[in-house]
């Protein structure tokens, strides 16, 4: 089961978007919060895989709630879930660490399948968040991405995650179990001293 945890100030928001996403037979919600802080003091109780977080809340928004989490649970995955296609919260919110970013009339099963894909180390953005976010990273000069410090199979699975595969998939593509794909991800994130897969994708691309 997928142990998540939704984060809103809204409570007739949060709490219908709970029994929409427990018709799904593999999701579990297992906390809801009314804004950032009291998320990141209830992670040692709810232990979540998943977190779906609001950016606008009062006492701590969720642009600030990602980097608190991140910095202490990496293993934990943030899907930003807001009213706001702002260019400015969308790339605060991805470089804090969000691998997930989506308007809140999305639909329920593209949310789930969100959940889905990122909980296997897949990453799931709206067709405005990843422009924003293709457009912000490309502007980073490209000489900073040296590749040759990467093995052959590193590279291979970095091409396919660029691709927009996600570990399951790239374990099945190279007949490899999960946990050697992410070991490897792991190392290569720490080579090219990048933070997460969203960087490792735009950084693949404007390799190429």
Same mark, same amino acid.
């Given at each position: ?31 809801? =919060?009314?804004?950032?802080? $009291? ?5 040692? @109780? ?8 609001? @950016? ?50 999305? $639909? ?49 699975? =970095? ?18 179990? $999960? ?30």
């Amino acid at each position: 089961m997928i142990k998540v945890v939704i984060v809103d100030d809204q409570k007739i928001f949060r709490e219908g978007l709970k029994m929409l996403i427990s018709q799904d037979t593999e999701i579990v919600v297992v906390g809801l =919060c009314e804004q950032g802080k $009291e998320a990141v003091e209830m992670i040692p @109780i709810y232990k979540p895989d998943i977190i779906l977080m609001d @950016i606008q809340m009062p006492v701590m928004n969720g642009v600030e709630a990602v980097k608190r989490i991140k910095e202490s649970y990496k293993d934990i995955d943030v899907i930003m879930l807001t009213t706001f296609h702002n260019d400015h919260y969308i790339t605060d919110a991805i470089r804090a660490g969000a691998l997930g970013y989506l308007l809140k009339d999305t $639909e329920i099963s593209i949310i789930i399948d969100a959940i889905k894909t990122v909980h296997q180390g897949g990453v799931l953005m709206d067709s405005t968040a990843m422009k924003v976010i293709l457009n912000q990273f490309m502007k980073l000069p490209t000489e900073t991405y040296d590749l040759d410090v990467l093995t052959e199979r590193e590279k291979e699975i =970095c091409y396919l995650i660029a691709e927009g595969l996600n570990n399951k998939e790239i374990s099945e593509k190279l007949f490899l179990g $999960e946990g050697t794909i992410k070991n490897h991800i792991t190392k290569v994130l720490q080579k090219l001293e990048l933070r997460d897969r969203t960087q490792l994708a735009i950084h693949i691309l404007k390799s190429k």
